[in-house]
């Protein structure tokens, strides 16, 4: 994480691009902050509360907002963030944000079914849809091993820990 | 000798064959989850948080005591037998132990990490047992301007250590800020930031946040720039220290461990300074040349500081309620569930359930070298699941724990925000850390200026009208001009461990 901050002067020709995606960050800054400040405004101050509910809100919003602009400058000026590294991660090629649309995509379709079918089959389905957008093509073992998981996580919270997960379409079959 | 009779007190009350059975369990959870890829302690506790929902406080605790050894050990594991480190503590580890590891010494240096790990939890849980009850006395009698001070002080700390970029550090504190207002209003009972939603008028919960950023951020991250090649792991046998490695650690380990305690206990931001500081010493007093190429001193010493800092975070925990890492935020956010409130008064208020968690902490530290030491090949073994599946796996725990609270959909789909929020702030270099520590100390931060600005009627100088308060701003104010030349340092000493860097990779190549 902290390593390599002098790294741009090895590769010198890349130096002077601009990242441009941190503009969409700065704005993000300052859209949260300068929403921060307008949700806090709308807040009635109450008696006997010199401070009141409004003063914190508008300290955070004006920080989130000079922030924002702050690193808006320091990118038109060429400086370039500091992507994670970690185990699994290869910063050498550009990013797949297909594989990450598909999980995002397979993790809403959970939020969507998890009550209906309930978590053995939604948790299948998210562990077999994860492994699938990540580039399993086993897709047999992975449903079995979804399907264990599943079922085995419902009982474990049920029996073990007392806590019932939904068993949506399942319910009286479990 | 008082302290010590509680202490032995705690242990009679934890050492039961039901607890031990809890600890065991929690070591081998922890291990099991701190050893994949991706995957530090303060995310291995808050995935496992919800097995620890309906047991009672005792057993919780021991459970918990466990995870979180396990989880540090497995990510020290981690670091030596694949390159890369997953967290900032595990750097220094990595850059020997990896060496060693490649040079067919993997055995010995992950026992020295263990046997270190050991003894530096060890001294650190009874430092923290003499320590923690005096600081609590003197903390009783702070005001809350004092404590405004010191949470500044710990925010400002983490923001601007970690990282190399103090902007993004801030950019990452304040939006961390801005979800700790989520919620109603304490005084007025007015909703903040809630946009109309009824599940989030009752505040966040931090361990949603923490996993969305944690496990899925990371998840995502990771689903971005999947390695195509499978990393490099280093098959190892059951590790073993012969009469001259233990001759090499044993000072290093103490070295460490007297970096790593007072660091943990400071609010300076975990383990990254100690590790660090004590990899350059042992550097400096090595008398052997094999710096660079796995000397077991540069395993031996940071290994040790990582988890006396670990320790030392008990302290401010729970001696003023205030949590100075993730690690501690996830922890405190626990014990709340149990009905308990951090703060000074936890040491008189729960003074048996406090003694218990510490006798657990040494229970679980000794457990998890009486398991770990034979079972380490199977650890690392674990690095070897196929990828798809490991993240696979990981996200449908993290799903569980987040349903399993409330049985709310809502939940699964806020961590899906903070799964995207963590992958932004990855992407762009934003440290996790401050954000963690923003959500969890904004609101108590507001209750002390409040609490502070009512009793002196809105006169912000009663923010200044304690000693301790106005020393905390003063070394605030030193730090932030001290910053560049700390700065300094570090780049001198990356740049002289670089080079070897670069030559033990062509070695590879070539072999």
Redesign the interface.
């Known amino acids: ?6 790294a741009p002067a090895e590769h010198a020709g890349t130096r002077r691009r601009i990242d441009v ?2 503009f969409g ?1 700065a704005a ?2 300052v859209v ?2 300068i ?2 400040i307008v ?2 405004a709308g ?4 008696f ?6 409004r ?3 508008y300290v ?2 004006s ?2 907002v000079v ?2 602009v ?2 808006a400058v ?1 990118t038109a000026r060429g ?1 370039q ?11 050498s ?1 550009s ?3 297909l ?2 649309t598909k ?2 995509a397979v ?2 379709l ?3 079914t ?2 209906l079918l309930g ?1 053995a089959i939604s ?1 299948a389905l ?3 849809g ?7 093509r086993t897709l047999v073992r ?1 449903v079995l ?2 399907l264990v ?2 079922v085995a ?1 419902w009982y474990a ?1 049920h029996v073990g ?3 019932p ?2 068993p949506g379409v399942l319910d009286g079959i479990l | 000798m008082d302290n010590f009779q509680l202490l032995m007190g705690g242990l009679e009350s934890a050492l039961t064959p039901m607890n031990l059975l809890y600890a065991a369990l929690g070591v081998l959870l922890g291990t099991f989850v701190g050893v994949l ?2 995957i530090g302690p303060a995310m291995a506790i808050a995935l496992l948080l ?2 620890t ?2 047991l009672e406080p005792t057993s919780a605790f021991i459970m918990f005591a466990g995870l979180y050894y396990g989880g540090m050990y497995g990510g020290s594991t ?1 670091s030596i037998l ?1 390159n ?5 503590a595990s ?1 220094m580890t990595a850059l020997e132990g990896n060496r060693m590891a490649r040079a067919g010494r993997g055995a010995q240096a992950l026992a020295t990490a263990a046997v270190g790990s050991f003894i530096a939890g060890t001294i650190g849980t009874i430092l923290v047992a003499f320590f923690s009850p005096a600081l609590a006395d003197v903390a009783v009698e702070l005001g809350a301007p004092s404590y405004f001070a010191l949470m500044v002080l710990a925010l400002v700390m983490t923001t601007t250590v ?4 103090a ?2 550090g ?2 990452a504190l ?2 961390g ?2 979800i700790g ?1 989520v919620g109603l ?1 304490l ?2 009972g ?1 909703p ?2 809630t946009f109309g939603v009824t599940q989030l008028v009752d505040r966040l919960d931090i361990v949603v946040v923490a996993v969305g950023i944690f496990a ?1 951020g ?11 090649k499978p ?1 490099h792991v280093i098959p190892v046998g059951r590790p073993w220290l012969s009469r001259d490695d233990w001759g090499r650690s044993w000072k290093p380990w103490l070295r460490g461990t007297a970096f790593g305690f007072p660091f943990g206990a400071l609010p300076a931001g975990g383990a ?1 300074i100690p590790t660090f500081l004590s990899y350059l010493t042992e550097r400096k007093l090595s008398k052997r040349d094999d710096f660079g190429r796995g000397a077991i001193e540069g395993v031996a010493g940071p290994e040790a500081a990582n988890n006396a800092s670990a320790a030392g975070m008990f302290v401010p925990m729970l001696a003023l309620g205030l949590p100075v890492t993730a690690t501690a935020a996830v922890m405190l956010s626990a014990l709340q569930g149990y009905g308990i409130t951090p703060g000074p008064q936890l040491m008189t208020d729960h003074a048996d359930l406090v003694w218990t968690l510490l006798a657990s902490l040494l229970i679980g530290n000794t457990l998890l070298l009486v398991l770990n030491l034979p079972l380490a090949p199977l650890w690392a073994r674990l690095l070897r699941i ?4 490991l ?3 990981i ?2 725990f993290a ?2 724990g987040a ?2 609270t409330n ?1 709310d ?2 939940d ?2 806020l ?2 925000a903070f ?2 929020l963590g ?2 702030m ?4 934003l ?1 996790v850390l401050p954000l963690i520590l923003g959500v969890i100390l ?1 609101p108590l ?2 209750t002390k ?2 609490e502070a ?2 009793i ?3 006169d912000y100088t009663a923010l200044l009208s304690e000693p301790l308060a106005v020393v905390i701003y003063v070394l605030i104010a030193l730090f932030i001009l001290g910053r560049p030349f700390i700065a300094r340092l ?2 001198r000493a ?2 002289s461990a670089d080079p070897d860097e670069l030559e033990d990779e062509k070695e590879l190549a070539q072999s």
């Open positions: 994480m902290s390593v390599h901050e002098t995606g941190q960050l993000f800054l949260v902050g929403y921060t949700d806090a807040l009635e101050v109450g006997a509360d010199p401070v009141g509910p003063v914190f809100p955070i919003g920080g989130l922030v924002g702050l690193l320091a400086s963030p500091e992507p994670e590294e970690g185990e699994d991660v290869d910063l090629q990013a797949d944000w594989t990450v999980l995002v993790l809403l959970t939020v969507a998890v009550n978590w948790g998210l562990f077999v994860a492994a699938w957008s990540l580039g399993s992975d091993v979804g998981l599943a996580s919270f820990l007392g806590i997960l939904t | 890829p991706g919800p097995v929902y309906r981690t694949l890369t480190p997953g967290e900032s750097v970690l990282g190399t970029s902007l993004r801030f950019a304040f939006l800020l801005s207002l209003d005084n007025t007015q903040r930031l899925l990371e998840a995502l991250w990771v689903a971005a720039h999947l390695r195509r990393a990254e196929p990828r798809p599946q993240y696979a796996g996200l449908f799903c569980l349903y399993a049985m959909p809502f699964i789909g961590l899906v799964g995207l992958l932004m990855r992407r762009f270099g440290p904004g931060m507001e200026l409040r600005l009512t002196s009627g809105g570090r780049a990356e740049q």
